[in-house]
């Protein structure tokens, strides 16, 4: 690993898969395409400071009709010190035809485990035939199904305190949705500390 001061453009693509980054990184060493999963995280941008590279590989893939072969840097860490828009012109350098790297990282789907999904509503209904909630007690509502559902997709850090740092290591699929459903629930994502913090009303 190595540690090198540097600058990461950060740029948005809508995907089938909903909203993912791709980064480049500018170096004194040469430059390199970022895709870590954290990435997702952030909003389109120049954000300079330390990188912590652990990995320096060449990676290829194909879009439409064209082989892309691309040096990546695999980010081990990084301490952010400044952020500044991107230009039309470094928007243009980082490709729209990215490939998402979800599709990428496997063909075959993910399995249904790591996907929160709502419960259906036949679970909640009040069916006396199909209901075995105890007499006198109350009903299952909505906000306690949101909770149970939101538990589940935060795994360890539920139930959430003021400021959230989310497991970069999970499915990338989950990120997304974690990051999606910090939004929702009023968290704002402060690039600099890296993490989520719940904004005041």
Do not use: C
């Amino acid at each position: 690993m190595i540690t090198i001061p540097g600058q990461l453009a950060i740029k948005t693509i809508h995907g089938r898969n909903g909203d993912f980054n791709v980064g480049r990184l500018a170096t004194s060493i040469g430059e390199f395409v970022v895709k870590n999963a954290e990435l997702d995280q952030y909003t389109e941008g120049k954000y300079e400071g330390d990188f912590v590279i652990a990995e320096i590989r060449p990676s290829t893939y194909s879009a439409n009709g064209r082989m892309v072969i691309e040096i990546r840097a695999l980010l081990g860490g990084m301490t952010l010190s400044n952020i500044d828009a991107l230009s039309r012109d470094e928007a243009r350098q980082l490709s729209p035809q990215e490939v998402d790297p979800i599709d990428e990282e496997t063909q075959a789907p993910a399995p249904d485990s790591t996907k929160v999904t709502p419960k259906s509503k036949s679970r909640s209904s009040r069916d006396p035939l199909v209901d075995t909630t105890p007499f006198g007690s109350e009903p299952v509502t909505a906000a306690s199904e949101a909770s149970a559902d939101d538990a589940m997709l935060f795994g360890a850090l539920w139930p959430l305190g003021d400021v959230v740092k989310l497991d970069a290591t999970v499915d990338r699929r989950v990120l997304r949705q974690q990051r999606d459903r910090l939004g929702v629930l009023g968290y704002e994502f402060a690039p600099l500390s890296q993490d989520w913090h719940l904004a005041q009303a």
